[in-house]
């Protein structure tokens, strides 16, 4: 069975930090890419930031500088670093992989059930 379990989240005031992490079950993790998506009310799912198999990253334009994302294939997890949180970074965030789960050779996408992130003062 494949799970995706995300944590960290939570409420924050703006300027602040918070670190997010997901950890896998189930998935060949150090053949994945990962990635973070958010979703705000009343708005599509949007990319956070991305990292490869190979710890190729990419981050949407609005998180550029301030948010990080790294990954740790002992522990089969990846972390998102936030930093300089706004009242915009405001949403659910997801933890996305798309990799092979164990038994299997063909790639599949699955999902976390989210963490609600909050800026506000």
């Known amino acids: 069975q494949v799970q995706l379990v995300e944590s960290g989240g939570g409420l924050v005031q703006p300027g602040g930090s918070l670190r997010l992490s997901c950890a896998t079950a189930?998935?060949?993790?150090?053949?994945?890419?990962m990635g973070w998506y958010r979703q705000a009310p009343g708005k599509s799912r949007e990319l956070v930031a991305s990292?490869?198999?190979?710890?190729?990253?990419n981050y949407a334009e609005v998180v550029q500088g301030r948010f990080v994302i790294s990954r740790d294939n002992m522990r089969r997890t990846v972390y998102l670093q936030m930093n300089d949180l706004r009242p915009e970074d405001t949403a659910v965030y997801f933890c996305?992989?798309?990799?092979?789960?164990?038994?299997?050779?063909?790639?599949?996408?699955?999902w976390g059930q989210g963490t609600q992130v909050t800026v506000s003062s």
């Open positions: 996305n992989a798309k990799g092979p789960r164990y038994g299997r050779s063909s790639n599949s996408q699955f």
């Open positions: 189930g998935i060949i993790f150090s053949r994945s890419d």
């Open positions: 990292i490869t198999s190979g710890e190729t990253t």
